[in-house]
Nanobody
Framework: VQLQACGGGLVQPGGSLRLSCAAS????????MGWYRQVPGKQRELVAT???????DYADSVKGRFTISRDNAKNTVNLQMNSLNPEDTAVYYC???????????????WGQGTQVTVSS
């Protein structure tokens, strides 16, 4: 499993960050890809999904603020995050998606995530 997320950091409330994730071709392929996030002590949350054809869905908590995209030629998936607030603080991971935003099977294997901290 090769999933490498990057682009996290410390940002003030209202700020923006752009996350990127490089996936191995075997994972990326024709799979639905998504961004998950996890806060210590809480269940991992799926926040955005994108199919190989570009169909997109978002969790209500990020709708209107986050934008997911993918480059099928480069096997990368990105997450543009705007209007960030402290509740967005989490470790963000990319991975394939089996299911949908509201009901999915948690992947067994995970790559390295990237920490996003929203604080003044």
């Amino acid at each position: 499993v090769q999933l490498q997320a990057c682009g996290g950091g410390l940002v003030q409330p209202g700020g923006s960050l752009r996350l990127s994730c490089a996936a191995s071709r075997g994972i990326f392929s024709s799979n639905v890809m998504g961004w998950y996030r996890q806060v210590p002590g809480k269940q991992r949350e799926l926040v955005a999904t994108i199919t190989s054809r570009g169909n997109i869905d978002y969790a209500d908590s990020v709708k209107g603020r986050f934008t997911i995209s993918r480059d099928n030629a480069k096997n990368t998936v990105n997450l543009q995050m705007n209007s960030l607030n402290p509740e967005d603080t989490a470790v963000y991971y990319c991975n394939l998606v089996v299911g949908r935003i509201t009901s999915y099977i948690t992947p067994r294997h995970w790559g390295q995530g990237t920490q996003v901290t929203v604080s003044s």
